[in-house]
């Protein structure tokens, strides 16, 4: 079982930086799939970006070369740094994680993943 909290979402221009960040509690941090998705109002929610061991990690094409995520196994920690941020960026940000291996490298769904935050609202507007 863990738990995770999201923090760090507000309000930012376009053009922007912010970073997000989850902190997760429970044991074997380091052998969970930790992922981050996002919601914009009336939408789905969608996959951004993806990490586990062994250097995987996996951007969606709408966010790769402008997001960047940090892990840090220690703290138990992942973050999510935002950069050249866009309106349609807009939405609430949830940390997903998944303790076993994904099925079939299938990473980028909800019903990927086990464990959700409570999301931290990211609005990105002048």
């Known amino acids: 079982q863990v738990q995770l909290v999201e923090s760090g979402g507000g309000l930012v221009q376009p053009g922007g930086s912010l970073r997000l960040s989850c902190a997760a509690s429970g044991s074997t941090f380091s052998n969970y799939r930790m992922g981050w998705f996002r919601q914009a109002p009336g939408k789905e929610r969608e996959f951004v970006v993806v990490?586990?061991?062994?250097?995987?990690?996996y951007y969606a094409p709408s966010v790769k070369g402008r997001f960047t995520i940090f892990r840090d196994n220690v703290k138990r920690t992942v973050d999510l740094q935002m950069y050249s941020l866009k309106p349609q960026d807009t939405g609430v940000y949830y940390c997903a994680a998944r303790s076993r291996p994904f099925n079939s490298g299938h990473f980028n769904a909800t019903d990927d993943y086990d464990y959700w935050g409570q999301g931290t609202p990211v609005t990105v507007s002048s």
């Open positions: 990490n586990w061991s062994g250097g995987n990690t």
